[in-house]
């Protein structure tokens, strides 16, 4: 399975774009790049997924770049119930029970 | 209704009992699966069913035993834990299929003594 590397943590004002990076640079054809985040004490939560396109829906974008090796996700207007760990997870299409989270980056919003 | 609930929010247990987790959804999802979760760590994947069958365990140890009585139930029995396995256990549900989403519950916080 590819891995994905996110730094541990960032921070974003309130209000203002915030853009989490991810390196998968051993990413395969099949497999797709899936963003999950969790909110302290919560279960995970599904933001979005794309395979090569970029994609948005109303939670956020994601920017994948065209050899596939990283992507970004970006909350356009970030407020402080943003504030979460953010995961960025490689999905195999003929294994797609098998989901291993990143170790993923704490997003904090500042007022 | 599109959630997963998971029972009991909080579990305190010492090494010598035996209690199980219980995590259900009714969304008609064929997939479902166990996490855990340390503090300050990611989940870790455990256990899936998919269509009610046993489909991946991740080498975990025979105290923890997942159990799927029908499609909208999960449980994991657990007997014999040391106070390592304390952790958040997270139940998740999904579509079957290639790329759907995963819903997760809120998770049961286990301690055990």
């Known amino acids: 399975d590819a891995k994905t590397t996110q730094p541990p943590s960032m921070d974003c004002a309130e209000g203002r774009a915030a853009n989490l990076p991810c390196n998968h640079s051993t990413i395969s054809g099949n497999e797709y790049v899936y963003w999950y985040r969790q909110i302290h004490s919560q279960g995970p939560q599904y933001i979005i997924h794309g395979l090569k396109n970029n994609e948005t829906n109303e939670m956020a974008s994601l920017i994948i770049t065209e050899d596939r090796k990283s992507s970004t996700l970006i909350l356009p207007h970030a407020t402080l119930r943003d504030t979460a760990v953010y995961y960025c997870?490689?999905?195999?299409?003929?294994?797609?029970?098998?989901?291993?989270f990143g170790s993923g980056t704490k997003l904090n919003v500042k007022p | 209704d599109t959630e997963v609930t998971q029972t009991p929010k909080h579990l305190v247990m010492g090494m010598t009992n035996k209690k199980s987790l219980k995590c259900e959804q009714h969304?008609?999802?064929?997939?479902m699966y166990w996490y855990k979760q340390k503090a300050k760590k990611p989940p870790e994947l455990m256990f899936v069913?998919?269509?009610?069958?046993?489909?991946i365990n991740e080498s975990v140890p025979s105290r923890f035993s997942p159990e799927c009585p029908n499609s909208s139930l999960l449980n994991l029995h657990l007997h014999a834990l040391q106070p390592e396995d304390s952790a958040l256990y997270l139940c998740?549900?999904?579509?079957?299929?290639?790329?759907?989403?995963?819903?997760f519950g809120p998770g049961t916080r286990l301690t055990v003594l």
């Open positions: 997870i490689v999905r195999d299409l003929y294994n797609f029970n098998k989901f291993y």
């Open positions: 969304m008609g999802h064929r997939a």
């Open positions: 998740a549900s999904s579509p079957s299929g290639s790329y759907n989403e995963q819903f």
């Open positions: 069913y998919s269509y009610e069958k046993l489909s």
